[in-house]
């Protein structure tokens, strides 16, 4: 931004000083959009509206800055005296006085229609009023495009640095937190207490619950506390077509892992990658469990596994090799279970901290959607979003997303955990052998759906 002007930079950064200042704010996007600064007065109008729902002028102003027309009553017979409306493309690039804008108001019925035939919507047209606002959604990976990273070689797998994450970030679930602080991350804080004690500094986690839960964010969060490395390893990472190249790889994986140490390795649909060998007829894929088991045990390295923390996640525990889940493996089972009603709320926050929204109910919200996955709340935020967006590109005026909208999509979408809990029922049921499900079965009870 060296091409700024020192008043647009004045006035970024007084409105950093003072987020709230709305009418500063204001000010700054009309500076902007004076600019030629389209789609940066639009992001700020979009902040207006959120610390100001309703506001007149940042609707105004966000509808001048895409290039939309302000909602106009049917056309009269022009008055001699009046002085013809500028273009929309002179209002884009040029200054107006503040009394000129008009408030764009959402039709409360269709408008009326003449004789003649109703003309198909321009598609094309409002994609070209909305293309210089709308950036790029995902990047290209360079290392594909570079053709580096291949599996055979012990250096090309990807290990992530300590993140910032933590269990702070993870909304709710707090008997989660307290589990894995007693059970896990206690002992691995206090490296007295550890040595007093015998415990190793190394240890496993398997975590399973429905699909879309956060159990990966949790993995994450727990690395985060433990101020470790993270190494994520997944099906595809691991099988090979040639013989033996699928065990190099699970033996190379862990290799890093131990290099790299402390460092978390997270195991990723470990139904696939360690399925139980009974039900599985391909030599290969039982020698890719053999291997897992040996590099768990720190068999092939001398040093062991010291450092080393394996954390899994499967939505199917049933089909996990049970060997893979003795002690000194993956000793820990937690059920991560559809967020609560605080961390509801904060998955909500999250998805709509950068949509237009008007004076939402999170209260109603969040009892609308008992039983929905993070991944469903987020389709639920997207779905609202898609009928806001489409009621503004028909009437050519800005409408936010409302309560309404978002609570017509929770209607509409049926939680994708229930289908797990069906089949998870039967099994804690049945399969219960050891207890293995036992706080599967406590929370059935509680939902009473046994």
Known sequence: MADESP??????????????DVPLRLHFAELLLSAGRNDEAVAEAAVALQHAPGDADARALMVRAMGMPPATPPAQAPAPA??????????????????????????SSPPPVGP?????????????????????RFLDDPQAADGEG???????????????VRLADVGGMDEVKERLEAAFL????????????????????LLYGPPGCGKTFIARAVAGELGANFLTVSLSDV???????????????????????PCVVFLDELDALGAKRSRTHHSGLRNVVNQLLTELDGIASGAGNEGVFVLAATNVPWDVDIALRRPGRLDRTL????????????????????????????GKLVKATEDFSGADLAHVCETAA????????????????????????????????????AAARNVAMFANEGGLYDDLLAHLKRKRKL
């Open 7 to 20: 008043l647009i930079r004045s006035l970024r950064a007084a409105v950093a000083a003072a987020p709230g």
């Open 239 to 261: 099988l090979d077509m040639w013989i033996g190249a699928s065990e190099k790889n699970i033996h190379d994986i862990f290799e890093t892992a131990r290099r790299q140490a």
């Open 116 to 136: 003649g035939p109703v003309p198909a919507f321009d598609w094309e047209a409002a994609e070209q009023q909305v293309r210089d606002v709308v950036g790029p």
């Open 82 to 107: 009046t002085p013809p409306a500028p273009a929309p493309t002179e209002r884009a690039t040029e200054p107006t006085e503040p009394t000129e804008p008009a408030v764009p108001v959402e039709p």
């Open 186 to 205: 206690a002992p691995m804080r206090n490296p007295e207490l550890r040595k007093l004690y015998g415990k190793s500094l190394r240890g496993g986690l």
């Open 150 to 164: 291949t599996a055979g070689d012990a250096d090309a797998w990807d290990v992530d640095a300590p993140g910032s």
């Open 335 to 362: 059920l991560v279970l559809p967020p609560d009603a605080t961390a509801r709320e904060a998955i909500l926050r999250y998805h709509l901290r950068e949509r237009p929204i008007e004076a939402v109910d999170l």
């Open 386 to 421: 898609e009928a806001a967006l489409l009621d503004s590109a028909r009437s050519g005026s800005v409408r936010l997303i409302s309560t309404k909208d978002l609570l017509t999509a929770a209607k509409q979408i049926k939680p994708s955990t229930e289908p797990w809990f």
